[in-house]
């Protein structure tokens, strides 16, 4: 029997053992352990990655959204559109902030968000929009920004999941996930598409200004030391995670290739099945695989995982209760039939193994396990 699990970290870092042990050692030799040179590297080289002209790092994902959402002047009451499918993070800061979350609900095909729930949902507070895009392919971003245009307002892509992806306007330009809105947000999470060794996150941005204020805030507010001017937070990413992104950046496109590989690999067992529905994709963009996730058909999903399971393929529901019904974010405004998209995905979506290293072989039993127990 093999084992499959969601994510396989230990292979793709023996393929870079040398280079990562090196880089890490390197800052434990310096103790450069705050604000060491690969910080900058690596910001420099994402920067060139993306194309965008700010890259500002921080600790995590979920600071990435509050420090852009801090940037951008909200004021408490202000109402922020976002999708009722995500994960909770992008919602959280939110309400941490004492925004008003206002969700609306999800495409069936590609789980991102509606654009004409969304654009139902402006009312005269609502002040910003966070596209999520969801499991590594982007929102309908040609939508969502002519939207933003026409009402004045600002776009966060929470790109935690989508890095790499590129989006093909209809005029023809192309741009990376993250770089089309006002801030973008990322995650190097070490299950993120990049990954760190521990928590690490960005924003990008193409504003000078508003770059500029994004770095004050994550470094409490401050220009010059000890001088602070707007409230702030704590964020860095520290040198250790740096050095280990700087090693790995040069093989995300690598890595992007693997994950759509194996995506194919699915596609072509799954496709055809009655009770199996593949990611739809959005011909505007391209999918980095950040999850596999398919719908079930009438099938019994807690059933199917411990089965799976029994042939050691792992699976995992990526995200059981939509926002809306949370019990943190359960609303008087909401209540469950709301959206019925979200709610019909919560009960239905299953993903797959989907990481850097999936072998022929591995993909050949997992497909071989789904089909069986399905058959
Ligand atoms: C991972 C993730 C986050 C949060 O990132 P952290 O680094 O874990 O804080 C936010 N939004 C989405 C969509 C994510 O997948």
């Given at each position: 029997?093999?084992?499959?699990?969601?994510?396989?970290?230990?292979?793709?870092?023996?393929?870079?053992?040398?280079?990562?042990?090196?880089?890490?050692?390197?800052?434990?030799?310096?103790?450069?352990?705050?604000?060491?040179?690969?910080?900058?590297?690596?910001?420099?080289?994402?920067?060139?990655?993306?194309?965008?002209?700010?890259?500002?790092?921080?600790?995590?994902?979920?600071?990435?959204?509050?420090?852009?959402?801090?940037?951008?002047?909200?004021?408490?009451?202000?109402?922020?559109?976002?999708?009722?499918?995500?994960?909770?993070?992008?919602?959280?800061?939110?309400?941490?902030?004492?925004?008003?979350?206002?969700?609306?609900?999800?495409?069936?095909?590609?789980?991102?968000?509606?654009?004409?729930?969304?654009?139902?949902?402006?009312?005269?507070?609502?002040?910003?929009?966070?596209?999520?895009?969801?499991?590594?392919?982007?929102?309908?971003?040609?939508?969502?920004?002519?939207?933003?245009?026409?009402?004045?307002?600002?776009?966060?892509?929470?790109?935690?999941?989508?890095?790499?992806?590129?989006?093909?306007?209809?005029?023809?330009?192309?741009?990376?996930?993250?770089?089309?809105?006002?801030?973008?947000?990322?995650?190097?999470?070490?299950?993120?598409?990049?990954?760190?060794?521990?928590?690490?996150?960005?924003?990008?941005?193409?504003?000078?200004?508003?770059?500029e204020k994004l770095r004050m805030i994550s470094n409490h507010g401050m220009k010059v030391r000890y001088y602070h001017d707007s409230i702030g937070v704590n964020s860095r990413l520290d040198t250790i995670q740096a050095a280990v992104l700087k090693v790995?950046?040069?093989?995300?496109?690598?890595?992007?290739?693997?994950?759509?590989?194996?995506?194919?690999?699915?596609?072509?067992?799954?496709?055809?099945?009655?009770?199996?529905?593949?990611?739809?994709?959005?011909?505007?963009?391209?999918?980095?695989?950040?999850?596999?996730?398919?719908?079930?058909?009438?099938?019994?999903?807690?059933?199917?995982?411990?089965?799976?399971?029994?042939?050691?393929?792992?699976?995992?529901?990526?995200?059981?209760?939509?926002?809306?019904?949370?019990?943190?974010?359960?609303?008087?405004?909401?209540?469950?039939?709301?959206?019925?998209?979200?709610?019909?995905?919560?009960?239905?979506?299953?993903?797959?193994?989907?990481?850097?290293?999936?072998?022929?072989?591995?993909?050949?039993?997992?497909?071989?396990?789904?089909?069986?127990?399905?058959?």
């Amino acid at each position: 029997m093999m084992n499959i699990p969601m994510v396989d970290l230990k292979t793709q870092y023996h393929n870079v053992k040398e280079e990562i042990d090196k880089a890490i050692l390197d800052v434990v030799e310096n103790t450069t352990f705050i604000n060491g040179p690969a910080v900058k590297e690596f910001q420099t080289a994402l920067e060139t990655y993306m194309g965008v002209k700010h890259v500002i790092n921080c600790a995590n994902g979920t600071d990435a959204l509050q420090i852009a959402m801090m940037a951008l002047d909200l004021q408490p009451g202000d109402e922020v559109i976002t999708t009722s499918f995500t994960f909770v993070a992008t919602v959280e800061v939110i309400a941490l902030l004492q925004l008003i979350p206002v969700l609306v609900d999800a495409l069936p095909g590609t789980y991102n968000i509606d654009p004409v729930a969304l654009e139902k949902a402006i009312t005269p507070k609502t002040k910003a929009i966070v596209p999520v895009h969801l499991f590594g392919q982007c929102a309908d971003m040609e939508a969502i920004m002519d939207i933003a245009r026409r009402h004045n307002l600002r776009v966060i892509e929470d790109n935690c999941q989508a890095i790499g992806a590129y989006y093909t306007f209809s005029d023809g330009t192309r741009k990376q996930a993250g770089t089309m809105g006002d801030i973008g947000t990322t995650s190097f999470f070490p299950s993120k598409n990049l990954g760190c060794y521990g928590d690490g996150g960005a924003m990008f941005t193409n504003d000078d200004i508003l770059a500029e204020k994004l770095r004050m805030i994550s470094n409490h507010g401050m220009k010059v030391r000890y001088y602070h001017d707007s409230i702030g937070v704590n964020s860095r990413l520290d040198t250790i995670q740096a050095a280990v992104l700087k090693v790995k950046l040069p093989h995300l496109d690598t890595y992007i290739a693997n994950r759509q590989r194996a995506a194919a690999y699915y596609d072509n067992a799954f496709g055809n099945h009655p009770k199996l529905t593949i990611p739809a994709r959005d011909p505007k963009s391209t999918h980095v695989f950040h999850q596999y996730t398919m719908v079930l058909n009438g099938v019994d999903r807690a059933d199917l995982q411990a089965k799976l399971q029994e042939k050691g393929i792992s699976s995992m529901v990526y995200y059981p209760v939509p926002m809306h019904m949370q019990k943190a974010y359960a609303d008087v405004r909401y209540q469950e039939g709301d959206f019925p998209v979200t709610e019909a995905l919560s009960r239905a979506v299953m993903s797959l193994p989907m990481h850097t290293e999936l072998t022929e072989e591995q993909l050949a039993y997992v497909v071989g396990g789904v089909l069986e127990v399905l058959s």
